[in-house]
């Protein structure tokens, strides 16, 4: 089992910044990637960046140049800084882990960016 617990949901103004953290616990030695999601009401949830335990990197178009994930393996954490950011940008981020034929999920928190 793996434990993902986020942190670092808020409001902000359009144009500001926040930094989202995803702390992993449990059987993190198999987890393959790490990333972010993100469900906005009346959407599907939908893939916001992505990073590999190699390092390789996969962001959404909308948020590319604005977003940056990355990770601390000392820490078993990862981050996403999101910059610039947009009304549009509104939703309940989700951090997920991938092991092989596994997925899981953090409890979501949620990013609020008024106009």
């Known amino acids: 089992q793996v434990q993902l617990v986020e942190s670092g949901g808020g409001l902000v103004q359009a144009g500001g910044s926040l930094r989202l953290s995803c702390a992993a616990s449990?059987?993190?030695?198999?987890?393959?990637?790490m990333g972010w999601y993100r469900q906005a009401p009346g959407k599907q949830r939908e893939l916001v960046a992505a990073?590999?335990?190699?390092?390789?990197?996969n962001y959404a178009d909308s948020v590319k140049g604005r977003f940056t994930i990355s990770r601390d393996n000392a820490k078993n954490t990862v981050y996403l800084q999101m910059n610039s950011l947009k009304p549009e940008d509104t939703a309940v981020y989700y951090c997920n882990a991938q092991r092989p034929f596994l997925d899981y999920w953090g409890q979501g928190t949620q990013v609020t960016v008024s106009s």
């Open positions: 449990g059987s993190i030695l198999s987890i393959k990637s």
């Open positions: 990073i590999t335990t190699g390092g390789t990197t």
